[in-house]
């Protein structure tokens, strides 16, 4: 059984701080990696993907992977409530993408 | 931008009848893929579709699930005869291509929530 692994939280942080994510992945043949947001009661929505060991940066996220440790990680910089959501490590198996069960962000005011 | 769309947001159905859900992908992709969330759970892979067969599918989605493209739009999901267990969000996914390779990635529709009773 494939398996993405994450903390469930909640990851409470102060507005404007930095907020880290983190999953780990336990099929090395994995080639693809995405971080999605997902709000309360609505679909998940792609922010990150990540093909290549090392940093990709968009905006105030930043996707890390490392393949070697199986670990991705996100960070958000400058957190704002707005961020605040359950983020979905996503990683690719067999024609379909396997997710973890998320972790709970909420950044207070 | 182009996105999945979903029909109907809500579904309320007792418990043995059948149901219908119904997605249009994204028009220039090639590959359709259910999932579902279970309330406070995570989200689980049910189906992969391509070609007009499915390519990939997943334990849960035994003989009383059932995918169909019936037309160049539209692909939907079958439950024929649901159970308390089956009340979810399910979602529908597009992708261009495969996923796994680059560049792929794959977008969901707003869901449909069914609630079985």
């Known amino acids: 059984q494939k398996e993405v692994e994450q903390n469930s939280g909640p990851l409470s942080v102060p507005e404007g701080a930095i907020a880290s994510l983190n999953c780990t992945y336990s099929?090395?043949?994995?080639?693809?990696f995405f971080w999605y947001r997902q709000y309360s009661g609505k679909s998940p929505e792609l922010i990150m993907s990540?093909?290549?060991?090392g940093d990709k940066e968009d905006g105030r996220f930043t996707a890390q992977l490392n393949k070697a440790s199986q670990y991705v990680s996100l960070l958000i910089r400058d957190s704002q409530p707005s961020d605040s959501a359950t983020y979905l490590c996503?990683?690719?198996?067999?024609?379909?993408?396997?997710f973890g069960t998320g972790t709970r962000l909420l950044v207070s005011p | 931008e182009p996105e999945v769309t979903q029909t109907p947001s809500h579904q309320v159905t007792q418990m043995g009848q059948e149901v219908i859900l119904r997605c249009v992908p994204i028009?220039?992709?090639?590959?359709f893929y259910w999932y579902r969330q279970i309330l406070g759970q995570k989200v689980e892979f049910l189906v992969s579709?391509?070609?007009?067969?499915?390519?990939?599918k997943s334990e849960i989605f035994d003989d009383q699930f059932s995918v169909e493209r019936p037309d160049g739009s539209n692909f939907t999901l079958k439950i024929r005869s649901t159970k308390l267990e089956d009340s979810a969000m399910y979602f529908c996914?597009?992708?261009?291509?495969?996923?796994?390779?680059?560049?792929?990635?794959?977008?969901f529709g707003s869901g449909t929530q069914l609630s079985v009773l």
């Open positions: 028009s220039n992709h090639l590959y």
């Open positions: 579709f391509y070609n007009n067969e499915i390519s990939e």
């Open positions: 990540i093909y290549s060991n």
């Open positions: 099929d090395r043949v994995s080639q693809s």
């Open positions: 996503a990683v690719t198996g067999f024609q379909k993408l396997v």
């Open positions: 996914a597009s992708s261009e291509a495969l996923l796994g390779g680059r560049n792929e990635k794959l977008f």
